[in-house]
T-cell receptor, first 110, second 114 residues
Framework: SQELEQSPQSLIVQEGKNLTINCTSSKTLYGLYWYKQKYGEGLIFLMM?????EEKSHEKITAKLDEKKQQSSLHITASQPSHAGIYLC??????????FGAGTRLTVKP | ETGVTQSPTHLIKTRGQQVTLRCSSQSGHNTVSWYQQALGQGPQFIFQ???????GRGNFPPRFSGLQFPNYSSELNVNALELDDSALYLC?????????????FGPGTRLLVL
């Protein structure tokens, strides 16, 4: 099975600062998903990356998948308190299930 | 809002009891997946249902079982509850119209086993 390692585990940034969260896979990624979760709530879909070198943006969040398709990064520009939450990367194992990393807890200080 | 709903939102049970959790999928989605998320961990895949049949299963014992109905809603049943079953249970719906389909999650059911 595919293991996903996320770093850092937690992050505290000042409002307005940029930040990056990383997700590394032990195997080639066929589909890499980024989700955001408020504590104790469901996951909100952010982006899905499929092709090596692919990059997608939504508002101030940009996600990239490296050429080898084993690492993805999520970058937030000019962070706001509304960006606070737990960011999870997930990967489709091509076996009808999805594996998730343990998550990165982001706190944005006003 | 994803259109995926779950009930109940919270539940308290005692060890040995049985529990049924429910999920209504997003309109047009015929696939439902269930996940268990322990505190501080990422979701762990339990199983997936597609057109009323189990379509994949994670590393969970047989006391975790499920159903999918003709309207694509789904149930997760857990028998002989153990303390370690305390977790947030998430369901996600998707539609396999492409090779990689996005899963949309419900708000979850928080189960506490005492």
């Amino acid at each position: 099975s595919q293991e996903l390692e996320q770093s850092p585990q937690s992050l505290i940034v000042q409002e307005g600062k940029n930040l990056t969260i990383n997700c590394t896979s032990s195997k080639t990624l066929y589909g890499l998903y980024w989700y955001k979760q408020k504590y104790g709530e469901g996951l909100i879909f952010l982006m899905m990356l499929q092709k090596g070198g692919e990059e997608k943006s939504h508002e101030k969040i940009t996600a990239k998948l490296d050429e080898k398709k084993q690492q993805s990064s999520l970058h937030i520009t000019a962070s706001q308190p509304s960006h606070a939450g737990i960011y999870l990367c997930g990967a489709d194992d091509n076996n009808n299930d999805m594996r998730f990393g343990a998550g990165t807890r982001l706190t944005v200080k006003p | 809002e994803t259109g995926v709903t779950q009930s109940p939102t919270h539940l308290i049970k005692t060890r040995g009891q049985q529990v049924t959790l429910r999920c209504s999928s997003q309109s047009g989605h015929n696939t439902v997946s269930w996940y268990q998320q322990a505190l501080g961990q990422g979701p762990q895949f339990i199983f997936q249902y597609y057109r009323e049949e189990e379509n994949g299963r994670g590393n969970f014992p047989p006391r975790f079982s499920g159903l999918q109905f003709p309207n694509y809603s789904s149930e997760l049943n857990v028998n002989a509850l153990e303390l370690d079953d305390s977790a947030l249970y998430l369901c996600a719906s998707s539609s396999p119209t492409s090779v990689q389909e996005t899963q949309y999650f419900g708000p979850g059911t928080r189960l506490l086993v005492l």
